[in-house]
């Protein structure tokens, strides 16, 4: 269990398993089924590309063995500053199948947003596009990295300089390690599967990694 996290009341615990609401499962294990039964359907649309189940499967998991060779690891938090598009996909799911927790950030939030999420989770990580108009995330994340050293990885959607990770090369670039490795992983369903960070009061509410709380699938409704 990931420090600072309070885990769920136990009579409540006891009663959702009881009721076949809860199932142990981690996100991972649940979207890996999801994807299998789904292969050859669209999953999304983007531009001007459609992105199979079997696709999605198959590019976030090339990204989670390449985010793995980068260093992340389970419980690690990450930042996610990206916009609408099919690579946001690839990099949650890619997160959850290394035990990696997502921070949802919006794409306005700027420096000062940003560093109190960074402070707030102890995140080693920050995705980001290159630029959106005339804004640069690359010089948000150098001024955000310098002030916390503890933020080690830029990733950026778009032209990544020196010093930075290319989400688009991350997701292509074959990697050295195989699903063995992914397979390896170990997640507890417990576990915080994604954070979502209220600033106004320096307090975060936690979306547990449980299918009837706060992700569902298909024809399971949520609590």
Request: one cysteine or more.
């Amino acid at each position: 269990m990931l420090d600072g996290v309070v885990r769920f009341p136990p009579e409540l615990a006891e009663r959702y398993r009881a009721k076949g609401y809860w199932e142990d499962r981690s996100l991972r294990d649940v979207f890996a089924a999801v994807f299998a039964k789904y292969a050859d359907r669209v999953a999304i649309i983007d531009r001007e590309q459609s992105v199979t189940y079997a696709q999605l499967s198959e590019r976030s998991e090339r990204l989670a063995l390449n985010l793995l060779d980068e260093g992340l690891k389970p419980l690690d938090r990450v930042v996610m500053q990206l916009p609408n598009v099919v690579e946001f996909a690839y990099l949650y799911f890619a997160l959850q199948r290394i035990g990696s927790i997502p921070i949802m950030a919006l794409p306005t939030h700027r420096f000062h947003e940003i560093t109190q999420f960074v402070q707030l989770s102890g995140a080693v990580a920050c995705a980001t596009p290159d630029k959106t108009k005339d804004f640069d995330y690359r010089d948000l994340v150098r001024r955000i990295r310098e002030a916390n050293k503890i933020l080690s990885l830029g990733i950026i959607f778009g032209d990544a300089p020196a010093g930075f990770l290319s989400l688009n090369q991350l997701v292509e670039r074959r990697s050295k390690r195989s699903r063995d490795d992914l397979n390896k992983v170990m997640i507890d369903p417990e576990d915080p599967a994604a954070f979502s960070l209220h600033i106004d009061d320096d307090q975060a509410r936690v979306f547990r990694g449980k299918l009837d709380c706060s992700f569902f699938v298909h024809d399971k409704p949520p609590i």
